[in-house]
C-alpha cells in the first residue's frame, strides 16, 4: 500500500478555495494534467465523475472513475476510485482545508492506495510519482486559484 501527504498554501480565503476546487467541472482547468471531467452523477454531497488526462508523447490516455464526497461543514472531501485503466487496486483521496488568515487557507491533499498485482512499478516507485506529481499539480493549482481569486476581487472593486 502507498500513502503520501502533501499540503500548499494559498492565498485566498478559505471559503473561496473550497469552492473552486470541489468542483470537479473546473478541474481542467485547475490542473494541467486533465483533458476532461464528465460528471455521470450528482447529489446534494456526492459527485460521481470521469477524469481523462491528456495524451502522453505516445499518445496514451488514462481515465479513471471517482466518486467524491464533499463536506462543507468541515471543509473536506473524500473521493474513491471506482474503476481506472492505470495499474491501480484502490485509491482514496482526500482534502481538507484550514484557514490561517483571513485570506490564506492551507489545502493538504492526502493520498493512499494499493497497486493491482500485475503492476510494473513498485509501491515505493508509485509513491515518489504520486507524490511528485500531486506537488506539481497542487502547484499549478495554487497559482490558478490565486489568479482566479484575485480577478474576482479586482472585478468587485471597480
Known amino acids: 500500500m502507498g500513502y503520501l501527504r502533501n499540503a500548499i498554501v494559498i492565498a485566498a480565503p478559505l471559503d473561496d478555495v473550497f469552492r473552486l476546487t470541489s468542483n470537479v467541472r473546473t478541474w481542467p482547468t485547475l490542473f494541467c494534467e486533465y483533458e476532461s471531467c464528465t460528471v455521470l452523477d450528482e447529489g446534494p454531497d456526492t459527485v460521481t465523475f470521469r477524469l481523462t488526462t491528456h495524451p502522453d508523447e505516445q499518445g496514451k490516455q488514462c481515465s479513471r472513475e471517482m466518486v467524491r464526497h464533499i463536506s462543507q461543514e468541515r471543509r473536506l472531501t473524500v473521493a474513491e476510485l471506482l474503476s481506472?485503466?492505470?495499474?491501480?487496486?484502490?485509491?482514496?483521496?482526500?482534502?481538507?482545508?484550514?484557514?490561517?488568515?483571513?485570506?490564506?487557507?492551507?489545502?493538504?491533499?492526502?493520498?493512499?492506495?494499493?497497486?493491482?498485482?500485475?503492476a510494473p512499478i513498485s509501491d515505493e516507485k508509485a509513491v515518489n510519482y504520486f507524490s511528485e506529481q500531486a506537488r506539481q499539480q497542487q502547484a499549478v493549482m495554487k497559482e490558478r486559484v490565486e489568479r482566479l481569486w484575485t480577478s474576482a476581487v479586482q472585478e468587485r472593486l471597480f
Not at 97 to 112: A, F, G, K, L, N
Open 84 to 118: 481506472s485503466d492505470e495499474p491501480l487496486a484502490r485509491l482514496v483521496i482526500r482534502w481538507w482545508y484550514d484557514p490561517i488568515e483571513e485570506h490564506s487557507t492551507v489545502m493538504t491533499w492526502e493520498q493512499e492506495f494499493s497497486l493491482q498485482e500485475c
